[in-house]
């Protein structure tokens, strides 16, 4: 998700308390001991993890475990508030990651934030709430994924959520904000709604001016044009409806429904194969996977003192380390559970699972665990010596990512209010805390911007099909990273084929405009040619993965930017923002293709939406999981999180995961 960058209040009044201890929800304890062996154990506890977790547990003969690396929040209104929303990022609930330096752009590293707590991204996100276009279900369906077009995924989509619509029929009018009640869900867990604070119609009618239209419903399909997008704020309170405050904190007396936090999972336990423990400069005490949270953590209320059940793993006597390098193809692994501890410096322990074990660690994490467990690329594992269980060279590749570029346009009309006065008018901001704090109204319930527009190429740029023809006639090599196997390069060539037929299209959209209201139309890559890559870089599972997004590798996503930025000087020009007195400091209005391309060589950032790391596809194609979401070549390991995306949809990512998990949490594989 992409945050605003205004840091609306002061944060100080927000400090996070301490979560030491046994957390207590409703009289039960999160972190109760542990059983003997579980059913399904999951790894990760952020939107995916829960959803699965949550409907696993629905049955009430199997016992269902979720292990999160993070800790709960204590509903700090920097969490909930929407007017906080991006004021947490790097904070504790932050795995604080960075990437690999973008030589592509200006050899810089950027952050790359991602949720390290109960509830994962769903507590730090914008809170934007769409779900991208059919095109992009049907294009996964196509590459060899039955059962995941629109169609299959609409249902889940449903399931997850309850829409509650905008309250006001004379904003619903002012706005254009329409609904189709045959797609939205009316009691799912996640409330979304639409924001009651708006400040957009200048924009969306100078789109409609230049012959963008405007959506009728941005969550039935037909994604194309501008649209004010829900959120997943709970209309009831209008704060924020996060996966923990829903598929968890109402079903924590569930007594089958088990989660410990502050563990991070180190490998996942398979029949027959061992560990490398070889590991020479191990990471120091601290969950220091990234640089954010340094808690030691702790044995007690874990599960591991008086009266825990888990044996301590003895490194002393290890089981021996074998080498299978098998292939997906005649391979069927069975996995027994997982191996895990609170930091680099702490017992390393083993838990059973004896159905399955359903790794939902987000696409970053996923990738290394399931490298450290010796599944993924060979040539990647040989170099840190660790014991081959599959060769799946598609575990860390096809790296998709949204990547964004900000722009400033100051509005100089002061008559309009904008909300930069949050920060900048003390008396403004006091009196909208107060309305917020007595009824839940005003300034302070418009978190993230979501005045947004997802434009196709051909309605705003005359260079469209020369741009398209381009990549079409590329080399699938062409702007791949160097060494990849096979298989990557014929699911790559089948992805960019796609990408070129729907691009051409004016129904589907090839960026967003992220309009913040105060000045900035932020232009963001929906559907990237560029494909990167997350592997390990150490043995140490507390040590991040590498993480190299090379987002603009290809020409074409630079050529969508500089396209999207010369869009936005027609934007600002059209009669109906002229009002507003923009002035265009980022890029200039006359700054040439030159200048354009060093703003974005400089100025691109995540939109915090990396995917595809494990994805959904045939094994001749790179994949890494089958459309049961189960690993290729094991009887009992899924992935069920934006790591399984083949293709990253035209969407902000959320209320995708919750689908996907959703779908995945009721069909389980044969």
Known sequence: MYWSGLALTTLATCLPLSTSGAVHLHGRDINAPLLDSYDY????????????????????????LC???????????????????????????????STTPQTQL??????MPQGKVLGGGSILNAMCWNRGGQDDYNAWAALGNPGWDWEGMLPYFIKSETYTPVYSADIAREYSINYNPAVHGTSGPVQDSDQAYHRSANLFAALNYLGVPTEFDPNDGS?????????????????????????????????????????????????????????????????ENGNGMNGMGSNEGFGFGPGGSTPALDNSTAPPRITRRQSPRTSNLRITGVEFAANASDVRRNITATREVIV????????????????????VLNSFDIPIALDLPGVGNNLQDHCLVGTFYPYNNLSYPMPTELTSN??????????????????????????????????????????LSGANDQAPTAYLADGLDPTIIAGYTLQKQSLVRRLAETTVASYEI?????????????????????????????????????????????????????????????????????????????????????????????????????????????????????????????????????????AHLQAVVYAVAEKAGLSQPA
């Open 223 to 287: 994604s194309a044009g501008a649209a004010f997008v829900p959120t997943d704020l709970d209309p009831n309170n209008q704060t924020r409806s996060d996966a923990r405050r829903t598929y968890f904190d109402p079903y924590v007396s569930r007594p089958n429904f088990h989660v410990i936090t502050g563990q991070h999972v180190t490998r996942i336990l398979i029949e027959g194969v061992g560990a490398s423990y070889q590991v020479s400069n191990p990471t120091p005490g601290g969950n």
């Open 360 to 379: 939902a660690a987000g696409s970053l994490h996923s990738a290394q665990l399931l490298q450290l467990s010796g599944i993924g690329p060979s040539s």
């Open 426 to 467: 003390a008396t403004y901001n006091a009196q909208a805390e107060s309305e917020y704090n007595a009824f839940k109204t005003g300034p302070w319930t418009a978190g993230s911007p979501n005045a947004l527009a997802f434009n196709p190429l051909p309605l705003i740029s005359n260079n469209s099909a020369t741009i």
């Open 106 to 111: 200006d050899g810089a590293a950027r952050p």
């Open 514 to 650: 992220i309009n913040n209201n105060a000045g900035s139309l932020t232009v963001a890559v929906m559907h990237p040619f560029s494909r990167g890559q997350c592997y390990i870089h150490s043995p140490d599972p507390f040590e991040p993965p590498s993480i190299d997004p090379r987002w603009l590798t290809n020409p074409v996503d630079r050529q969508v930017l500089v396209e999207a930025l010369l869009f936005n000087r027609q934007i600002l020009a059209a009669p109906p923002m002229l009002p507003l007195q923009a002035a265009q400091f980022v890029p200039t209005v006359d700054a040439d293709e030159a200048t354009i391309n060093q703003i974005i060589n400089a100025g691109i950032r995540t939109e915090f939406h990396p995917s595809g790391t494990c994805a959904m596809l045939p094994l001749e194609q790179g994949g890494v999981v089958d459309p049961h979401l189960r690993v290729h070549g094991t009887q009992n390991l899924r992935v069920v999180d934006a790591g399984i995306f083949p293709m990253i949809p035209a």
């Open 67 to 97: 292990i999160e690396a993070g800790d709960p929040d204590h509903y700090e209104p920097i969490i909930q508030d929407p007017v906080y929303v991006g004021a947490d990022i790097g904070g504790i609930y932050d795995w604080d990651l």
């Open 41 to 64: 154990i999951v790894v990760g506890c952020g939107i995916s993890g829960l959803v699965v977790t949550n409907r696993l547990s629905e049955d009430p003969s199997v016992n269902v």
